[in-house]
């Protein structure tokens, strides 16, 4: 599908999933902004429009917007963590979906048939106990994707994408485990996840839904506890 001259911004865009996004959209004939942590802080409001603004000025549009920004994914005891990590886990994670969204809608609804992909995760569904901050953070992320979805309709589609596991490099033993965790036997790639986003920009009846890309994880209750 030809989308020439229509425009991108993804947050968290130069990480190994926001990375693939980005080349996905272009791929679609977008003009993609990928956004790192030089270009703003993302847990201010200020820092979001400063992003969006300078998204536009360098596009010339904004037609989707996609937040795969996230921060505070550490393991630590109950015990041990701290207001400092709430705060890092929150901020561009949950607020940063928020800011950059409010953001963004005026120059979305402008451009017509606007489109915000947030970025979530399978521990928005899972209680992890070394990950506290960070799954509540991801649980929060996705209400505001219907909570988005209905304050912003009908003008804006706003939709979800919750990975499971994603390859990363140099761990073949922490793959192979994670892998036992899904019902497909492997782990995913950061390029599924952005073929999900990519379904998800074009899907023009679609909104206010999260699509789960975890390799039938979340159905996978019956294995061994670690």
Request: hydrophobic residues 45%.
């Amino acid at each position: 599908m030809d989308h020439s001259g229509r425009a991108a911004l993804v947050t968290g865009g130069t990480g190994r999933v926001g990375r693939a996004i980005a080349v996905r959209l272009e791929a679609d004939g977008f003009r993609v902004k990928a956004a790192g942590r030089r270009d703003g802080d993302l847990a201010r409001a200020a820092g979001a429009r400063e992003l969006v603004d300078t998204a536009v000025a360098e596009l010339g549009r904004l037609d989707v917007v996609v937040h795969a920004a996230a921060e505070g994914f550490a393991p630590q005891p109950v015990e041990e963590v701290t207001e400092e990590d709430w705060d890092t886990a929150l901020g561009a994670t949950a607020k940063g979906a928020f800011f950059v969204a409010q953001a963004a809608a005026p120059r979305l609804r402008a451009a017509g048939d606007g489109v915000i992909v947030l970025v979530e995760d399978v521990a928005s569904y899972e209680p992890w106990p070394l990950f506290a901050p960070h799954s509540a953070a991801k649980a929060a992320e996705a209400m505001l994707t219907r909570v988005l979805a209905r304050a912003l309709a009908p003008e804006i589609r706003v939709c979800g994408v919750a990975p499971g596991t994603v390859t990363r490099d140099g761990d073949a033993g922490w793959e192979e485990r994670r892998a036992a965790e899904t019902l497909l036997g492997r782990v995913g790639s950061p390029e599924d996840v952005a073929e999900a986003v990519a379904y998800l920009v074009h899907a023009r009846y679609v909104t206010g839904t999260t699509l789960v890309v975890d390799g039938g994880r979340l159905l996978q209750r019956d294995r061994p506890s670690k």
